[in-house]
């Protein structure tokens, strides 16, 4: 395994094509917009290394029987399952951020049993090529960033109908030796702190739609790859230099566009070419993968949001007021509830015929679905118990400032006792989590990463089997039809 220094050199080593505010990156390793995101992916390195976290963190690889760090596994049991949930909320306590690790570790699972079966059904040799990636990921410590979210252009048309044929990555070429393909993967989590990237499709799909059915890996500084990173709310504090103001001044997220202009791939990293018919299956399980993440990571990030929710009552002088209690409570409960699911579908696991392990695919859409909602309740009931200042506290510059300084820890000072600027501290955490660049993991992206809202509905109503209840219903009111 590498080490979180090993690994940040390694990213440095690439030659990837990055852009931001319009310019090409010649270092974006020490970039102090983009660095906190390289440290969170480095935690993952980072506690793997720590005895007291080898447990969650590092497990027996089924490939190699070497050990290996968790994000890289392929799941044999329901504890493997569990273990993954409660190794992200650990990453999730630790970095208070997006740690992006989990999206390749999600696509590895997916494409492990996806494979398996369509080799069964068109005796392809998908699967063979897949584990030999796997065994290079595995032996190399390396992260792998899972992409599947297409552009998708207008909603209502299918990929190959759309005005635009690139809306949807697709293969434009077929050769002996590979493809080329073209098209773009929006909301890219972590993929500039990534050594591969992992091409899934988007949607499910039709016989038409052969083109855009390609699943690949690819080396992340790929000849005609390159990415545009996307903008957070409060991004450039990072370069005023003044760590107080941030909140989290060392871990963060990132997200970015990527673009394939045109991008060769040799046949052995092609993983699904022309399949429309398990495009679905592909999509549902990774989905389903990443909605049991979430179980994991949000609820790591609310448990450092609570905290500081409590501290912020304490500096004020307010953690004796029942209502302030209760509030906590109120968001230690939604919290848990949370983690429930994201247990309850790992313990509820089951053997897929490749012989890895798959969430229940009902109760991780459930959990994604508390997931789109909890964290915003637990944001608005932080910044209540928190209060304006949050949002009002002037710069670190003028607490700093010889004559405004003293007024600021003056009359921003809450109990006796505490200093003002921890009390200010403290603030900006909970404004970074709640308006800052950290809402970008843990509000905005509860919403719609892992699938929006409506993705999750349309799978529990899949699964609910109403018809059966309906049964049940009959059976106890003795009805006879
Ligand atoms: Fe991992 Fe959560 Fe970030 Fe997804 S959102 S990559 S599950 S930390
Ligand atoms: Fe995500």
Not at 102 to 118: I, K, R, Y
Not at 208 to 223: H, I, N, Q, R
């Amino acid at each position: 395994m590498m080490t979180g220094d090993q690994y940040v050199e390694s990213i440095r080593k690439m030659k990837m094509r990055i852009y931001m505010f319009g310019e090409k990156l010649e270092n974006p390793v020490d970039h102090p917009i983009l660095r906190p995101s390289l440290n969170s992916v480095k935690a993952t390195y980072d506690l793997a290394e720590k005895p007291e976290y080898q447990d969650l963190m590092t497990v027996t690889s089924h490939l190699s029987g070497k050990p290996i760090n968790r994000f890289c596994h392929i799941h044999h049991s329901s504890e493997d399952l569990i273990k993954k949930v409660k190794m992200q909320r650990l990453c999730g306590q630790k970095t208070a951020a997006c740690f992006q690790r989990c999206v390749g570790l999600d696509a590895f699972n997916a494409e492990f049993s996806t494979t398996f079966e369509m080799d069964e059904k068109y005796g392809t040799d998908y699967h063979k090529r897949f584990v030999k990636f796997m065994q290079k990921v595995q032996d190399e410590d390396l992260v792998v960033d899972g992409a599947m979210t297409d552009p998708k252009g207008d909603r209502g048309l299918s990929p190959s109908q759309q005005a635009d044929p690139d809306l949807y990555l697709r293969a434009v070429e077929y050769r002996d030796d590979g493809i080329v393909v073209r098209g773009a993967k929006l909301h890219q989590t972590g993929i500039c702190n990534s050594h591969e990237v992992l091409i899934m499709p988007t949607i499910a799909m039709r016989p038409e739609d052969k083109d855009y059915a390609v699943s690949f890996a690819l080396p992340v500084d790929t000849e005609g790859v390159f990415m545009i990173i996307g903008r957070q709310s409060c991004d450039t504090r990072k370069l005023e230099g003044c760590s107080l103001d941030l909140g989290n001044s060392q871990f963060g997220g990132v997200e970015a566009l990527v673009i394939f202009d045109n991008v060769f791939v040799p046949k052995e990293r092609i993983f699904m070419l022309g399949e429309t018919d398990f495009a679905g299956m592909l999509v549902e399980r990774f989905a389903g993968y990443h909605r049991q993440s979430y179980g994991g990571c949000k609820v790591g990030v609310g448990d450092v949001l609570i905290g500081a929710a409590a501290l912020a009552a304490d500096y004020n002088g307010a953690q004796k007021a029942s209502h302030v209690k209760d509030k906590l409570i109120e968001m230690t409960h939604l919290n848990e509830t949370l983690y429930a699911c994201g247990i309850a579908c790992s313990a509820e696991g089951g053997k897929t015929r490749s012989g890895n392990y798959l969430i229940d695919l009902m109760l991780a859409n459930v959990c994604k679905q508390n997931v789109t909602r909890f964290p915003y309740e637990i944001t608005r009931l932080a910044e209540d118990i928190a209060g304006g200042l949050m949002v009002t506290a002037p710069s670190e510059k003028d607490f700093r400032h010889p004559e405004l300084g003293p007024y600021i820890d003056k009359y921003l000072k809450g109990v006796a006792g505490v200093a003002t600027e921890n009390r200010l501290k403290v603030l900006r955490l909970i404004e970074n989590l709640t308006l800052g660049t950290a809402a970008v993991g843990y509000r905005t992206e509860s919403m719609h990463g892992a699938g929006s809202p409506q993705a999750q509905r349309i799978m529990i109503a899949r699964q609910g089997n109403t018809e059966h209840k309906k049964k049940l219903a009959k059976a106890i009111a003795k009805i006879k039809e």
